[in-house]
C-alpha cells in the first residue's frame, strides 16, 4: 500500500528560525514529489515541485529536497515568519496511475 | 494567467439530494482531477480526465461520477447525498501528469 507519513503533525516555532518539515513514502518508484500549503479553508498552492531526477528545489525561503532510495523528503523553511503559519503538505504522483497520493500534513504556527 | 476556478465556492444541501461541482482548469492544461478532504480522511483520490477520458477513479461508490468537456471543464456529480459527504472537494489541473498539480480554492460542500 503507498503511503505518505509527515511528523510532525504539528509545529510551534517563534519567528526567525529555520525549520524543517518531514515527509516519507513507502514506494520508492515514485515519480514527482510536490509540497503545498493550505490555509484554513483554503485550496492548495503549490510550494515546490521535485521531479524524480532530481535532488533538491528551491524557492525564495524554502529547500525541498528528494531521497528515493530512502524514501524521504525535507522541506526547509528559512527565517520563518507568522505568515507562513498554514499546514503543508506533500504528495507525490503514482505511476502511471494519474494521482496524487498524500500525507497527512504538518500544521505549522509561527509565532510574532 | 487565470488559476483554477471551482464553483460554487459553498453549498448547502439535504440528504438525498445530488449536487454539481464544476471546474475550470488553467488555460492550455487538459488534465483535471479531483479530491475529497475531510478532518478524518485527509486528501483522497476522486478521479482524473484527460482529453474527455476517464483515466482513472478512486475508490468511492458510484453515487460519485464526473465528467470532462471538450474545453478541459469538469464537472463531478454526486448522487443521494449522505452526511458523510460533507467536504472539501478539490479541483486540480495539470499539464501532462505527472507534471506540477495546480489546486482551485475548492467547494465546500455541507450535507444536512
Known amino acids: 500500500k503507498q503511503e505518505v507519513t509527515q511528523i510532525p503533525a504539528a509545529l510551534s516555532v517563534p519567528e526567525g528560525e529555520n525549520l524543517v518539515l518531514n515527509c516519507s513514502f513507502t514506494?520508492?518508484?515514485?515519480?514527482?514529489l510536490q509540497w503545498f500549503r493550505q490555509d484554513p479553508g483554503k485550496g492548495l498552492t503549490s510550494l515546490l515541485l521535485?521531479?524524480?531526477?532530481?535532488r533538491e528545489q528551491t524557492s525564495g525561503r524554502l529547500n525541498a529536497s528528494l531521497d528515493k532510495s530512502s524514501g524521504r523528503s525535507t522541506l526547509y523553511i528559512a527565517a520563518s515568519q507568522p505568515g507562513d503559519s498554514a499546514t503543508y503538505l506533500c504528495?507525490?504522483?503514482?505511476?502511471?496511475?494519474?494521482?496524487?497520493?498524500f500525507g497527512s500534513g504538518t500544521r505549522l504556527l509561527v509565532r510574532p | 494567467k487565470a488559476g483554477v476556478t471551482q464553483t460554487p465556492r459553498y453549498l448547502i444541501k439535504t440528504r438525498g439530494q445530488q449536487v454539481t461541482l464544476s471546474c475550470s482548469p488553467i488555460s492550455g492544461h487538459r488534465s483535471v482531477s479531483w479530491y475529497q478532504q475531510t478532518p478524518g480522511q485527509g486528501l483522497q483520490f476522486l478521479f482524473e480526465?484527460?482529453?474527455?477520458?476517464?483515466?482513472n477513479k478512486g475508490n468511492f461508490p458510484g453515487r460519485f461520477s464526473g465528467r470532462q468537456f471538450s474545453n478541459s471543464r469538469s464537472e463531478m456529480n454526486v448522487s443521494t447525498l449522505e452526511l458523510g459527504d460533507s467536504a472539501l472537494y478539490l479541483c486540480a489541473s495539470s499539464l501532462t501528469p505527472p507534471g506540477g498539480a495546480f489546486f482551485g480554492q475548492g467547494t465546500r460542500l455541507t450535507v444536512v
Open positions: 504528495a507525490h504522483w503514482v505511476d502511471s496511475s494519474y494521482k496524487l497520493i
Open positions: 480526465y484527460f482529453s474527455e477520458t476517464q483515466r
Open positions: 521535485i521531479q524524480s531526477s532530481q
Open positions: 514506494d520508492s518508484a515514485i515519480y514527482n
